[in-house]
């Protein structure tokens, strides 16, 4: 890895520790992941607000991320880009997978989509590690690797198109309604139609709650 980017991984993951509670593998591999997103779609410095002018920064708020796991790595994805949940610009997929698009939002497509990469990290990174570190512990030689090896020992990688209506967009402020039968109210696109009544997701359908009265 050039010395340039050593330095700002080293950097993020100060930041990503900071954020996280602890540095882990699954850390580095989050912010690497993101790192080389973010490479590939020529988006710089994401989380400032002022380019190096002085001027707005174009690049603030561009990528939107979906991300497919809920673990250690989706912090430091959120570190990286500065997409958080809380401003809509990190969506959770949780498919149990180590992978995360990231959507260009200046890269239109047409017809409401967006260019953008989908990376996964790969199982054979483990083994990639062990390969280059077997005398070090599992975790050490993950810790150690995942700042060394290159992108493609890490990672595979695919351009995609993501379908993103505006709804759908950071900062998207809709019409608010309010449950026909709970109550509750309810944001855009949160409610289905039925009967002439406009239903929450609890109410439309019961069978998906995850929490029961008691
Ligand atoms: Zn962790
Ligand atoms: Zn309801």
Redesign the pocket.
Known sequence: MATETAGELDELLREAELAHGHLCAGQILGVRMAMLALRRLDIHEPRKKLDAYGNPNPDRKRPVVFVEIDRCATDAIAVVTGARVGKRALKLRDWGKMAATFVDLHATLGEGEYKGIRIVALESSKNAARERYPELPKNEQQMVAYRELPDEKLFSEEWVRVPLPPSEFPGYKGERTT?A????GVNFDRFVERGGER??F??AEPEGLYYRPL
């Open positions: 449950c039968r709970c109550g509750e239903l929450c609890a109410c």
